[in-house]
């Protein structure tokens, strides 16, 4: 079966064919890619499944995602709403049960085309935060989607610091109501999903006032529209917050609220009340919910950001061995972009990077899992780890998904930029996730925080959590490889990392400095503010070593001599490797690695590029994404590049103005003749 | 005159105030905003005169760009042709004239609003390649806009490399025609601005075959629209390329030609023409062509792509002393989070950087005056090496300010997402700039192979090109520095970059590699590719300490004393240690700089932090850009912040299609109630 090159004058191009430069990259292929798939599924039977719901989507137009390039934030809108509640109809009828295997495929199969997801956390707060009584009354409404919810937390003036939200609940005993208000323009409520133009409630986070004493924040249940007509309640005002990058499917809103009252029973009251008496009430513990939160955040970057990373390079690497430009040797056809160095080191490190950040997710799962049993038997003991590791690890996956997704989108070169490429709405939706669920900068001081504890800790000789055991040795001496094989040795590149984050988290650039600092007279929080930018730089270091530490530790699930170990420790070393080559200069302090080595491990990182190649499409593959979730014209299994390119363009609205916009240029001519 | 805090129940809180915490940061400023503002723009003259431009803008409502986010592509496309045509006019009647000054400000200041910029491109194009029989002809068509033009290059196959295009040009003796033909798919020319539904003739790149032989790729002018109805010539399929990240007012086409005749004299032929009886004669020399591009090239990096990163850090800093999040000292009130070390590591570094690409292109247009003096008395010396410093200033400014703007969006948080920040139209105008122009992988790799000949001279004795002489020095031995105060010394700083690109360039990273696997047997191409990602590195460095240098040298264009030098100085001393503390790695190689050495330069940086924290928002107003045309909810020069973004949001179509939606969300709540 031989594919040509798309001739023009036969319009119908896209048929059963592949690119055969595409298709040659898929012969002789040295591992299973079926056997890589079922261990990115965590199993064959997973694997099988995912692939009937995705069939069963794939096949009914509802769910076609063919325009969506083309809409304008409402149409996206109206169709997310449209197809979220055809979904639902339609579980129903496929009996896939509630939080059922099915119904996670389906979600993150059709993520960027569902509405009604902050709905989902309106009713998990309800859960999580309401009392038995509370949530008998609501989740069955919530649930049968009587009611629609959002979850207003964030104010125009306050994201991450919720301890200064503005908005307030002053209790009246009189009423036995809370009246909420917004008291100044930052109080407002900004950019929850779901209330700009959707939601009939929401939980709504407030400073809770009792006889005129603030109680802190707590969770009001409000109703904001009428159920008859959708219009605004008493007191209430809202909207859509306007365009975004990004999130064109979800309706971000603003609410402000003026004397709305609601009853006593409308505050969320598992862990405190407020008795008919105005008297405040604590109870019970957090700790429990706070777990759910994390399992949450692990979940996200799981489901929702890695493969972000995954879908980029599967489209770049496929585009580039079907683009060819210029030629390697004179006289020879032009090469396959894949081919040269230069593109080979823009994307096999993203490669590398998707495979490890899927690996260190099933790290932290481990751990909430074996955290949560023990919480069953009352003891919380490795919750501030699992914290602290998932902190970090959020910011690291976030980071280096969002720069990956953007170094795969700018090795397309121009197409990158169409639409159609599918890149700019993937690093459109990546991106966000550097910010939400925590500003970057936060969670790494939060993680930094755990380790200057856990130093404490160790100069205590206090045994140790497990992620941080390293901290209790003293002197890592320098590295003792030479040859460049020794630098494909895990052990060898692991303790590098081990040395690199040891000596950012302590010597000089932290836990010392921020000492020194205290002596020389300032103030502990003067101190600490003036640490901050190397703390973070200890975080990413920690994280870093645990994702390597982790990568290499699962090589050792895979039988020695494997095919999937050879090419997962390809990419493992890979990922390390090229984590040494960009940041030397970590890895170089204290001579632990000296100028010898640094070129060392910079040619046998350079050396793997040429051996990752042969693998390349085959670890895309891999991935197993099918054109539709794809829904890029480079990136497509026939790597049909071109055709698709311009077939998608075609439909363009911009092609369907033309005769109007031809009158008005025709006008604009003729109106500058007279100039 | 007291600013409050704006209070929700008097909406039009937009008025003369400004911002309290705003305010502050411009008492007592230790240098003169005017006098930096006046170098910035070349002198207090031109400061004036595009300043009264810019005020003619201002008030006419005509150049409005208020409803700009809420635009769909076609409505950008649409408005920017009414603006074009409309400034068109006002320039003639302001008696502004072609190519001067305030002509240059006009498309300065509208540039993202604005169409033809192609057509622009076809005129020069014409003047360039054409002979005077030629742009008799066509440039006064072009001028009045009788016809509008495109510059027709870049195929759907093929961007970069030129000598791979594919459309033909068929010369016929008989008919003393070429016909034009797009023989592929891959063929069909893809991009080019103004195409997609404007232009009516176009300057298309084909191979030229004469009698059977292909000489290579030419220029023709073809007519591609009627002038009466603008509908497609004869053979000619083209339209729009569909929806892109950025430049929704361009409309970006494709055009496929089929057995497309024009006249012989259609083919540009100031360097070679086709005589009448299909001979083939070249003539002249391009050389001084390539200049002119050159130049174009720097103007667009000082005019289009700096402005991107100074306005996004007038928007970030401006921010960042408006919005209050956590405490520094505990019960002290919400700190700026500029005061965060964190906040100043992201930003400051990326106000230097615009400070330092400023001043490098001015020293890129002086040797640019002197190559062409040089070119008027047939000289040609100077081409080289302005050509390769041109090619890594465009490759490590775009990279910079991309990258930039980026951070400067990312440091807004949540709001950097809300188009109406201005930050993520910012983005999607700067980051194009890395891929057209050359995919900033070529033009490095291109004055790699300018400094590896280099190289080879200065091995030989010759006398090297001013910014490459340091290449004739044979040992750097180490970094002499000590103290602290000591990497405030431009002389140590611009050594230690001078040594990184030096070693960068010859040991083991670029040339003696290359060497050594040419000596190992692999072919020279083979050898080539397998280098190149260290001869990126290597350009990379080499521009970078280009950059460190001559921000070094325009200080001394500054009284010692002056508040002026202070404030430059820091920004130059920051620029450098910034560059060091990032690519450590690269500094401590053969042990320049110790780990010791390497600690002192990142407490020097970041010491520099607060030294420029007083200094900033001062800086960035230097930049002296307009609320109008920020077009930022976040930057404005009052700081009103959230009344802004509330108003703002509150004229989104999204809140004006609410009643409909509502009618939806109610329906579709409904229809679920009997699931």
Redesign the interface.
């Known amino acids: 079966m031989e594919a040509k090159?798309?001739?023009?004058f036969s319009p119908n191009?896209l048929g059963q064919n592949v690119n055969p430069d595409l298709d040659i990259e898929r012969k002789n292929i040295s591992f299973s890619i079926e056997h890589l798939t079922n261990i990115l599924d965590g199993g064959a039977n997973n694997t099988k499944l995912r692939r009937e719901v995705e069939a069963v989507l794939d096949a009914d137009p509802e769910f076609s995602q063919e325009n969506r390039?083309?809409q304008?934030?409402?149409e996206r809108?109206?169709s997310a709403?449209?197809k979220t509640?055809y979904l639902?109809?339609k579980m129903?009828k496929m009996g896939w049960i509630e939080d059922g295997p099915e119904q996670n495929y389906c979600f993150k199969y059709l993520t960027d085309d569902l509405a009604f997801s902050i709905h989902l956390i309106f009713i998990k707060s309800i859960l999580a935060l309401g009392t038995d009584e509370q949530i008998n009354k609501w989740i069955p409404l919530a649930k049968?989607?009587?009611i629609?919810g959002t979850y207003a937390q964030?104010e125009?003036?306050?994201?991450?610091?919720l301890r200064?939200l503005e908005t307030t609940a002053t209790f009246d005993v009189a009423t036995q109501e809370f009246i909420l208000n917004?008291p100044?323009?930052?109080a407002?409520k900004?950019?929850p999903g779901d209330l700009?133009?959707?939601a009939?409630h929401a939980v709504v986070f407030a400073q809770l006032y009792l006889k005129g004493h603030c109680y802190g924040m707590h969770p009001f249940i409000v109703q904001i529209r009428s159920?008859r007509?959708?219009?605004p309640g008493q007191g209430i005002t809202l909207?859509?917050?306007?365009?975004?990058?990004?999130?064109e499917n979800i309706?971000n809103g603003?609410l402000?609220l003026k004397n709305v009252r609601v009853p006593r029973e409308n505050m969320l009251a598992k862990f405190s009340q407020v008795l008919p008496d105005g008297q405040y009430k604590k109870q019970g513990s957090e700790k429990i919910n706070y777990l759910t939160m994390i399992v949450v955040r692990v979940n996200m970057l799981q489901s929702s950001i890695i493969p972000c990373l995954m879908k980029a390079c599967t489209i770049a690497i496929r585009y580039s061995v079907v683009?060819?430009?210029?030629e390697?040797?004179?006289g020879d056809p032009?090469a396959k972009i894949l081919?040269?160095?230069?593109?080979q080191?823009k994307l096999f490190p993203q490669l590398a990077t998707a495979y490890a950040f899927h690996f260190i997710c099933n790290y932290l799962l481990d751990i909430f899992h074996r955290c949560y049993n023990q919480t069953q038997e009352g003891k919380f003991d490795l919750l501030p780890e699992l914290h602290a590791l998932a902190a970090g690890i959020k910011v690291i996956t976030t980071e280096y998904c969002s720069a990956g997704v953007e170094v795969c989108r700018?090795a397309c070169?121009?197409h990158?930029?169409?639409?159609?490429s599918g890149l700019?709405s993937i690093y459109m939706k990546v991106?966000?996730s550097?910010?939400?669920e925590g500003?970057n900068?936060l969670p790494f001081?939060s993680e930094a925080l755990f380790l200057i504890k856990c130093y404490g800790m160790a100069q205590m000789g206090q045994p140790l959590p497990s992620s941080v055991a390293y901290f209790s040795s003293v002197n890592f001496g320098k590295c003792q490889a030479q040859e460049k094989k020794d630098f494909l040795n895990p052990d060898i590149y692991t303790d590098a990392y081990k040395h690199r984050a040891f000596r950012l988290v302590f010597i000089?650039?932290a836990v010392m400095k921020l000492q020194q600092l205290v002596q020389a007279g300032k103030?502990q929080?003067?101190a600490w503010?003036?640490?901050?930018?190397?703390l973070?730089r200890a975080a990413m270091a920690h994280s870093h070593y645990i994702v390597v530490q982790k990568f290499a530790e699962e090589l050792r699930n895979h039988a020695k001599e494997s095919a999937t170990r050879r090419v997962l420790k390809n990419l493992c070393d890979l990922f390390a490797l090229h984590g040494i080559f960009s940041?030397?200069?970590?890895?170089?302090?204290?001579?632990y690695f000296s100028?010898e080595q640094?070129?060392r491990v910079?040619e046998t990182y350079?050396d793997l590029l040429?051996v990752i190649r042969r693998d390349a499409v085959p670890l895309v593959d891999a991935f197993d994404f099918s054109d539709a979730s794809l829904n890029s014209a480079l990136g497509s299994y026939d790597g049909l590049v071109?055709?698709r390119?311009?077939e998608?363009?075609?439909?363009?609205?911009?092609?369907h103005?033309?005769r109007r916009?031809?009158?008005?240029?025709?006008a604009?001519?003729l109106?500058?003749?007279l100039?």
């Open positions: 090159k798309g001739n023009i191009s390039y083309f304008s934030q409402n809108y109206e709403v449209r509640v639902l109809q129903t049968k989607i009587f629609i964030t125009l003036g306050h994201g991450s610091n200064g917004t100044t323009f930052s407002m900004w950019w700009g133009r959707t009939t159920l007509d959708h219009s909207g859509d917050i306007g365009p975004k990058m990004g999130f309706d603003f402000i683009r060819r430009q210029s390697l040797k004179p032009e081919d040269y160095q230069t593109q080191q700018r070169g121009g990158g930029y169409s639409l159609l700019p991106v966000p550097c910010t939400y500003e900068t001081i000089k650039n103030t929080h003067e503010n003036q640490c901050t930018v190397q973070t940041n030397a200069g970590d890895f170089m302090q204290d001579a100028t640094i070129d910079t350079l040429a071109y055709q390119l311009y998608w363009a075609k439909k363009s609205p911009t092609n103005q033309v916009i031809n009158g008005i240029a025709v604009i001519a109106a500058l003749r100039v």
